[in-house]
T-cell receptor, first 113, second 118 residues
Framework: DQQVKQNSPSLSVQEGRISILNCDYT??????FLWYKKYPAEGPTFLIS?????DKNEDGRFTVFLNKSAKHLSLHIVPSQPGDSAVYFC????????????FGKGTKLTVNP | EPEVTQTPSHQVTQMGQEVILRCVPI?????FYWYRQILGQKVEFLVS????????KSEIFDDQFSVERPDGSNFTLKIRSTKLEDSAMYFC????????????????FGSGTRLTVV
């Protein structure tokens, strides 16, 4: 039951370039989407979120795009830095204020100097 | 920056034993959560807790599991009669507001307890 899918287990980019991490979802009841970053031996750290009423949210180097018709979102990191190397999880929450986050399997991003 | 603290960082237990995982949420937070991540798998929701009651739970959170806020600072997850498949990283999280009022919707996770059942 993969309601949130991150089809790329890993991504490698050069420092200074753009990193694009993708996420697809199947549940039409999701109305809030989040990206978390996770370093080894640490818990997930909240990065950025987007409501379903928006198609873009930006925070510094991080931008999340949401395409509701395609049930697809993406996280853009520009410019990528070696410190961005981590596992990135896409997560979603259902309408009605559900406290439950449904996570994807994650994409391991490596930014090479 | 305030942190969610989890202890121990790694716990090894024998199959069939009871284990208690401990969490100290951020001090002014009122909403608490447990998630787990089996090695190589996604992070999965177990339970949310507010006002001394479970507010939501997943199908994973069966009678084997229980949560408690025994005092004003700790939040615990008890697993009775552990099984091999309970081996996972268990994450505690907390928030000061419910989902409907959180501006960015995210909540704060601890670093996790790695539970190994042998």
């Amino acid at each position: 039951d993969q309601q949130v899918k991150q089809n790329s287990p890993s991504l490698s980019v050069q420092e200074g370039r753009i990193s694009i991490l993708n996420c697809d979802y199947t549940n039409s009841m999701f109305d809030y989407f989040l990206w978390y970053k996770k370093y080894p031996a640490e818990g997930p750290t909240f990065l950025i979120s987007i409501s379903s009423i928006k198609d873009k949210n930006e925070d510094g180097r991080f931008t999340v795009f949401l395409n509701k018709s395609a049930k697809h979102l993406s996280l853009h990191i520009v410019p990528s830095q070696p410190g961005d190397s981590a596992v990135y999880f896409c997560a979603a929450s259902e309408q009605g204020g559900s406290e439950k986050l449904v996570f994807g399997k994650g994409t391991k991003l490596t930014v090479n100097p | 920056e305030p942190e969610v603290t989890q202890t121990p960082s790694h716990q090894v237990t024998q199959m069939g034993q009871e284990v208690i995982l401990r969490c100290v949420p951020i001090s002014n937070h009122l909403y608490f959560y447990w998630y787990r991540q089996i090695l190589g798998q996604k992070v999965e929701f177990l339970v949310s807790f507010y006002n001394n009651e479970i507010s939501e739970k997943s199908e994973i959170f069966d009678d084997q599991f229980s949560v408690e806020r025994p005092d004003g600072s700790n939040f615990t997850l008890k697993i009775r009669s552990t099984k091999l498949e309970d081996s996972a990283m268990y994450f505690c999280a907390s928030s000061d507001l419910p989902a409907t009022l959180r501006v960015n919707y995210g909540y704060t996770f601890g670093s996790g307890t790695r539970l190994t059942v042998v």
